[in-house]
């Protein structure tokens, strides 16, 4: 079980131990389900229970949507969701504030193959004061071969705004390029390009004649595109 801490920890009380027996208790498909139901609902209801204030009901669904599309089988809208909480925490960080805590504490170790890193990812670019404790918990993602290319993605979009606290994730990206997996080699190549990691160009310029294709995230879009194709473009973005 891997658990995540950020501000202050969540207080474990008896409804929130009930929820995490029930998510243990189901098999891969169903676990998503239980997971969206139940989380989005215990969000809801706890953020309902502290304040009874309208503006903040309202607040609360919108949290509870934008968290309900990151478990979508559909890789554009799991994408659109992260985007969304991006933009929520840049036009309202308190509203991710207040809620972010309840939210990254119930996701553990069953919960990490759906758009949890894009979603860290897009909330530390638009959080600069959260940033390094997001990227202490993208790292855990690193090795969830479920969540690695949400976490390349998400690395490279902080990185895109803060080049320097993401220098110490450059060697895993370089390793990433070692996978095999054709999303796994498009997604850092495009990372890669869009962070100028010019040394990676030898092995980039390898992928030359790839025609695997694959879907990767990019920075507007979802887009699926061959090896060869994306290789290319970053050795222009590199200046090879």
Known sequence: MVTYFLEAPLLMHSTYRLFAYHISC??????????????????????????????????????????AGLYSPD??????????????????????????SRIFHAFDDTMSCWGVAEALGEIARNLPGHRSKILALLRKFSSDEASCQGFVWAVCRIGQVDRQLVEDFIPDLMRSLDSGAACMAGQTIWAIGELGVSEAAGKVA??????????????????????????????KKIGM
């Open 26 to 67: 189901y098999n891969f498909i169903g676990r998503r389900a239980c997971h969206e139901n139940c989380l989005t609902a215990f969000i809801g209801r706890k953020e309902m229970s502290t304040s009874g204030h309208g503006e903040s009901a309202k607040e609360s669904v919108r949290v509870r949507e934008l968290i």
């Open 75 to 100: 890789m554009e809208k799991r994408f659109e969701a992260a985007r969304k909480l991006g933009r929520l925490a840049r036009d309202d960080s308190e509203a991710v504030i207040r809620v972010w």
């Open 206 to 235: 390898a992928f030359i004649d790839d025609q695997r294709e694959t879907w990767v995230y990019e920075n507007d879009a979802v887009r699926k595109k061959t090896l060869d194709t994306i290789a290319r473009e970053t050795l």
